[in-house]
């Protein structure tokens, strides 16, 4: 299961919500045997974000995998990630952070998996 926690300063209304989780939901196959179905998102608006000693509109992505994936994947997970952020939330890219983490153990559904 993938979980995707996005924080921006940004005001993101229930359709902005929903766009980002569609086309986010849209590309998480990238990453083997991840898809759409467990993925989990949480979108947590209006942060009280600084970057570079300053508020600005910015946002940052954790993204957890159960599992490591291969590095191209990644890297063209991020590249997208990049682009659907900013297209959404008219965030510049320079302004928008990822950073992916892998855990090799996981629980979900009451089980270690």
């Not at 359709?15 to 569609?22: I, N, T």
């Not at 998102?41 to 209006?46: C, G, M, P």
């Not at 508020?55 to 590249?79: D, T």
Request: negative net charge; contains cysteine.
């Amino acid at each position: 299961m993938p979980f995707i926690d996005i924080r921006t300063t940004r005001t993101v209304t229930a359709a902005k919500s929903e766009a980002l989780k569609s086309r986010i939901g849209g590309i998480i196959d990238i990453i083997p045997e991840k898809s759409e179905a467990v993925l989990m998102i949480d979108i947590n608006d209006k942060c009280n974000l600084f970057f570079g000693g300053k508020r600005q509109e910015c946002c940052y992505m954790a993204v957890n995998l159960h599992h490591e994936a291969p590095m191209e994947n990644k890297k063209e997970m991020i590249e997208k990630l990049f682009v659907i952020v900013a297209s959404e939330l008219e965030i510049e890219q320079d302004n928008i952070f990822i950073t992916i983490s892998e855990f090799p153990y996981w629980g979900a559904g009451g089980h270690y998996i």
